[in-house]
């Protein structure tokens, strides 16, 4: 079965996450370091954000896949995967910051959001959706 919204979001998603990583790598050749964070603390903000990210990203590709293979494409979820990426750029800018900053929250609000609104829709299509139908909202059946 063909799932080029899984496809696209996995091509964003490892594009993002090669992103992330260049610019760890700008740093550790900025101030010469070879392994760790050097103590310096703007790479290991942005070491965190790429962990962070690879942290939550398998789960919402893996969600992702398994709604489209089950439902089909669907403009909703072309969305939440473009709201997903949004918010973890918006993340790896906030966690530049040694304050508490509103790109970090607003950035891990989404990521959370996008997970428990997934998980939701999973559980529904696997245990509730009554002859698979999707709720009148979202306008579809399979």
Do not use: C
């Amino acid at each position: 079965m063909y799932l080029p919204i899984t496809l696209t979001f996995a091509a964003a998603a490892s594009l993002l996450n090669i992103w992330l990583g260049m610019r760890i790598a700008r740093l550790r050749l900025q101030h010469k370091v070879l392994h760790g964070d050097g103590q310096n603390d703007t790479l290991s903000r942005r070491m965190r954000a790429q962990a962070n990210y690879v942290e939550y990203t398998p789960f919402v590709l893996i969600l992702t896949g398994a709604i489209e293979l089950a439902l089909g494409s669907a403009d909703w979820l072309w969305l939440l995967a473009l709201v997903y990426i949004v918010g973890r750029v918006l993340h790896a800018f906030g966690m530049d910051k040694d304050f508490v900053s509103k790109l970090r929250q607003v950035g891990i609000l989404v990521t959370w959001l996008t997970i428990l609104g997934l998980a939701g829709m999973a559980l529904y299509t696997a245990y509730g959706a009554p002859s698979r139908e999707l709720p009148p909202a979202l306008g579809m059946q399979v």
